[in-house]
């Protein structure tokens, strides 16, 4: 799935590093879930959290209620469903919301200038294909600070960054790295993927990565950027 800050196309390089010591039945968890686009190549016990209602809705209607999204949406009801979310399901407002420019929750009806490319077959493709790899995944819609978490599990966190676009809800960043601490000395190995990170926290992976982040951001985010992994030092 399309989606803000997904990292797709580094699950290749993250996943061996973040699963190199996983135990038998150890438990693979995301705070922050998002697109799946990490979880979804993850076997084993896993817990897909993210805190956005619609969204974790649209997983569910997907994964489990055998739900078979439009593979076509118009730009009159891409615009009706944006100002009057309330008169239709969380998971079909999701759906819609996120197949947006940049993947970012209901930013533009996608559509290219020549009109040739199929925006929304290619939503349903990619989401219809993810489906598969998700069955038994454990979903969960909560703040990552009122996660239980199963002892001595794999967290692997994908927050929003700092200083780039803004997502729906603001977020705390002092507090979530304080979180990432407090669970890395309850016996959890814990990964975060961001650019920078407080210095008590090791980078163990880098690698320079187009950004694309809105020119209204609070803070311009450079056109290219370091991707870096990080854990706890102690």
Not at 141 to 160: F, R, V
């Amino acid at each position: 799935m399309k989606y803000m800050g997904s990292k797709a196309r580094f699950a290749k390089a993250l996943l061996p590093i973040i699963l190199k010591d996983r135990k038998e039945n150890q438990t693979y968890l995301e705070p922050f879930a998002g697109g799946m686009n990490m979880i979804d190549k993850v076997d084993g016990i896993r817990i897909a959290n993210d805190q956005h209602q619609e969204l974790m809705a649209m997983w569910q209607a997907l994964i489990y209620d055998n739900w078979d999204p439009p593979q076509s949406v118009s730009e009159e009801d891409y615009r009706h469903i944006k100002y009057n979310q309330d008169e239709y399901p969380k998971h079909m407002v999701a759906y819609v919301g996120f197949n947006s420019f940049g993947g970012k929750w209901f930013a533009g009806y996608r559509r290219d200038k020549e009109g040739k490319r199929d925006y929304w077959g290619e939503h349903y493709r990619n989401i219809t294909k993810q489906v598969p790899n998700l069955e038994g995944v454990i979903l969960s819609c909560k703040s990552y600070l009122e996660l239980i978490i199963p002892d001595d599990s794999i967290i692997y966190c994908d927050p929003p960054y700092a200083s780039t676009t803004k997502y729906r809800d603001s977020f705390n960043h002092e507090k979530f790295w304080e979180w990432c601490r407090q669970q890395s000395r309850a016996g959890h190995q814990v990964f975060v993927s961001e650019y920078n990170a407080p210095e008590d926290f090791k980078c163990v992976w880098e690698k320079p990565a187009k950004t694309t982040f809105s020119w209204h951001a609070e803070n311009l985010a450079p056109k290219v950027a370091l991707e870096r992994l990080f854990v706890f030092e102690g």
